[in-house]
């Protein structure tokens, strides 16, 4: 069916995004952790964002490759599992939305109290770390909230396709493809 098909079209790419954005974190990050003083708020926010990464690298890389196999397959998605589906990609997408306003929140929280005692002893990982939440939310964020509109308006555009294809015979619903 090419309603799923272009939905998992989309998350693959999704994928692929998120993936690009993760490796170039890790390699940032690496460098950064390299070249900048062990301890220091520039340091903990290249920690941070290695560590973030590996966790995005990880959803990112089987998430696409099940997009991928998922098209190379025959759809076996009927209308009420094809509609579950979308349901279910665009709920993900909007609590994940939710979710990354409290990361960012938490990266605020960090760095405020880091700043409050410079003179603190976990003060310039606070910052470092804050800083790095703020950033890693922030690009979440838009991230999660842009696939959540591309799949609601695929949803919204191609779901009167889907009933065009109903066959009524009385007793039964077929689904022709």
């Given at each position: ?24 974190n890790l390699v940032a990050g690496g460098i ?146």
């Open positions: 069916m090419q309603f799923n098909a272009q939905r998992e079209r989309t998350s693959g790419t999704s994928m692929l995004v998120l993936g690009g954005w993760a490796v170039g950064g952790m390299a070249t900048t003083p062990s301890g220091s708020e520039a340091f903990h926010f290249h920690q941070m964002n290695a560590a973030w990464n590996v966790v995005n690298l990880g959803i990112a890389v089987p998430a696409y490759l099940g997009a991928r196999k998922r098209l190379r397959g025959p759809s076996t998605l009927d209308i009420p599992r094809t509609f579950d589906a979308q349901r279910k990609v665009e709920a993900v997408y909007l609590i994940n939305t939710g979710l990354d306003l409290a990361y960012m929140g938490a990266g605020l929280w960090l760095w405020e109290n880091g700043r409050g005692d410079p003179m603190a002893k976990r003060s310039e990982m606070f910052q470092g770390f804050g800083t790095s939440l703020l950033l890693q939310g922030g690009f979440l964020f838009v991230y999660d909230l842009a696939n959540y509109i591309v799949h609601a308006r695929h949803w919204k555009r191609s779901r009167a396709g889907l009933w065009q294809h109903l066959q009524f015979n009385g007793t039964s619903i077929r689904y022709a493809f």
